[in-house]
């Protein structure tokens, strides 16, 4: 019996087959359009709607054509997510790691030390640090803001670096975001901080010869590394050369060019302040050798519908192990987190330790010079203390030390133990020589009672930051609204919340 026989003879099979055949070519069409539309999303995420100018700074803008990116890059203004030891939450590490304020005796940092958050709030951070108070130069802008190629294409790379940090203050409103890392013509990544391709020369390497996979961890690099300021100028230079990038290398550039960034107010030592070798520590571990790149851990790809695009909510990859970690570990979730935090507790209690004994030796040199230590007699240990808490400081203001390369972060800090207590036995010999009590006494270890007995006034910090917050910073908004066409993302259309 064919099928037409069959509905002839039982009527409800006709009407079984039209239902199935109009379901049928319903859910063909529906898997059609659905492959269609699918496909439609992944072309027009990859071509411009429309070109953006050169040196369009506004994030918001950028945010009409890429929707998704934009979506996710605002949500580095998520503070909840809180790890063992870091995290997108505010913590006061003066606070928690109160030694500091004596280390950074005679520097801004021992005023305001705080642990970073999302990118978002670069420009909030900076102008609401009390390291402001003082008149820094427009150098300090130039890892916080879509404004500054602008700024030094206006003003030249020179001109902009001479230029004061308050002279260029409403001129710079917008946080770090898309134009920082993407050409506006074509979206590719993109180099926009001359000192990146400088310091790449001195290296004798062409960053033009980068790979796509180098270049997601170099965008990073224009920022995450470490640097100083050159002569009176300002001038922002990495100090790398053909000797590398690490530790001693730096070091070793930065006692060529004879720079000190501040002399010790106790001991008299003269300084270097590490800012955030984040690049120079990562190349030097396990991920960088296995060609994984900065963004495949903290902008992991997504999926949505047919799209397949980068996360641009930059943060810790144990927030989202899943997309980020899980990718390429085995095992589970919980004991790669485990293995991470052992790493990390390893290198915390060594950190603790160096800074324990290098704070008690600024103050034991303090207490030889206020006996008659000679000039001579204390030089040698001054270039201990400087070296010894370089090596310390490469590894405490590196963001992610512990998990990027913890084997060379417990042999920093080692060598800076190993340093400091050397400097420590021949300071014992001084002091004992000069009839120094000993051990030399010392103050409560508590933040805000160091920070009075190196001198600072606190109080009167404080006030001066409010009454630039209250007075100067609305103007400079003000002002930066209405220098070009609308107004910045960063105030008018996205205000920023404070942490809960």
Known sequence: MNIAELAAKKPWFAWFLFIFTVALVFGVGLFAASIIERRSEAVATGVPIRPLPEFEPRNAVWGEQFPRQFETYLQTLDTTFV???GGARHRDMLAQHPEMVVLWAGYAFARDYDQIRG???AMKDLHGTLRTNLDQPATCFSC????????????????FYEQSWRDLGPEVANPIGCQDCHDPETMRLTITRPALIEAWERMGRDIERATHQEMRSLVCAQCHVEYYFRGDGNYLVFPWDERGFGAEAAEAFLDDVGHTDWVHSISRAPMLKVQHPDWE????GTHAAAGVACADCHMPFRREGGVKFTNHHIQSPLANMAESCMVCHGGSEADLRERVYGNQDRIVELRRRAERVLARLHIEAGAAWDAG????EMEPILELIRSAQWRWDFVAASHGAAAHAPVESGRLLGAALDMAGEARSDLARILSRLG??????????????????????????RAQKEAFLQDTLPRWYEAAAHAREGPTDYIPQFPVPEDP
């Open 83 to 85: 790890s063992r030891w």
């Open 119 to 121: 990118h978002y709030y």
């Open 144 to 159: 916080k803001s879509t404004d500054v190629p602008r700024l030094m294409d206006e003003y030249g790379v020179e001109g």
């Open 281 to 284: 520590l990562f190349q030097v």
């Open 373 to 376: 230590a000679t000039e001579e």
């Open 436 to 461: 120094v009590e000993h051990p030399v006494p010392m103050p409560e270890w508590e933040k805000e009672a160091l920070q009075a007995y190196i001198g600072l006034d606190m109080e009167a910090q």
